[in-house]
């Protein structure tokens, strides 16, 4: 929190390096290995590599994203809309643990895209004629 809070603004753009590695057995820097053990600051959670890389403003506007995604698609009942949703809240829960980089944020952008295609397609004028044609 201390490496967050020297750059609160717009963070630092990457992870910080520390002295160590995370490849050694040890847990930290001891007098027969100075360089042990210390793992790079914000690689371990997405919440912690905000803060770190795009400060308390980056963390917060990506926790804004996901929470308004989750709010304005949350009563899409559809099979996208479901999977879609739980993307969106997902990473939610599992940023203070996991790191959301490449392959799971691409993941879960592509739902929220999904996600409005399908309202899209729900609210178009066609879709709306055939719902007023059923009752």
């Known amino acids: 929190m201390a490496a967050a809070a020297s750059s609160p603004i717009i963070g ?9 590695s995370s490849q050694s057995i040890a847990v930290g820097k001891s007098i ?12 371990n959670g997405q919440l912690w590599l905000l803060l770190i890389a795009q400060g308390f403003v980056g963390a917060a506007l990506y926790i804004a994203f996901f929470l308004r995604s989750a709010w304005v698609y949350r009563r899409d009942g559809t099979s996208i ?10 990473p939610l829960f599992y940023m203070f643990i996991y790191n959301a980089l ?13 996600l409005w295609r399908n309202a899209q397609a729900r ?5 709306l004629r055939n719902e007023g044609s059923r009752v």
């Open 12 to 20: 630092f753009g990457s992870t910080r390096a520390a002295v160590g």
């Open 32 to 43: 027969d290995c100075q360089r042990c053990g210390n793992p790079t600051i914000g690689s």
């Open 81 to 90: 809309g479901a999977a879609g949703w739980l993307a969106c809240v997902l």
């Open 102 to 114: 490449v392959v799971p944020l691409v993941i879960s952008l592509v739902s929220i895209g999904l």
């Open 123 to 127: 609210h178009s004028p066609a879709a």
